[in-house]
Nanobody
Framework: QVQLVESGGGLVQPGGSLRLSCTAS????????IAWFRQTPGKERAFVAA???????HYADSVKGRFTISRDNAKNTVYLQMNSLTTDDTAIYYC???????????????????WGQGTQVTVSS
């Protein structure tokens, strides 16, 4: 079993930055692919970014060049650095994890067995 806990959400003005953290426990962290998804009311969870055990990264087109995902295996933590935030980035952000996810499956929430509780990010002036 894997437990994931997100932190770092909050209120930020447009153009600002936030860094989200996802800390894991319960299984060998370095083997996990960790992804970030986000969800707004009435919509399905949308892929944001992912980092594999090899440290290969993947991003949704909407966040490329603005968001950076990284991992610190010594701290069992994945970070999502979010810059140049816009109101469209407002959502609940969830981290998800699993092992053995193939490349084509990375953007799909149904492929992840482990989820955090979510953290709210609000971009507003």
């Amino acid at each position: 079993q894997v437990q994931l806990v997100e932190s770092g959400g909050g209120l930020v003005q447009p153009g600002g930055s936030l860094r989200l953290s996802c800390t894991a426990s319960g299984q060998t962290f370095s083997r996990l692919t960790i992804a970030w998804f986000r969800q707004t009311p009435g919509k399905e969870r949308a892929f944001v970014a992912a980092i594999r055990s090899t440290r290969t990264t993947h991003y949704a087109d909407s966040v490329k060049g603005r968001f950076t995902i990284s991992r610190d295996n010594a701290k069992n933590t994945v970070y999502l650095q979010m810059n140049s935030l816009t109101t469209d980035d407002t959502a609940i952000y969830y981290c998800a994890g699993d092992t053995g996810i193939i490349l084509s499956s990375i953007p799909y929430a149904t492929n992840y067995d482990y989820w955090g509780q979510g953290t709210q990010v609000t971009v507003s002036s």
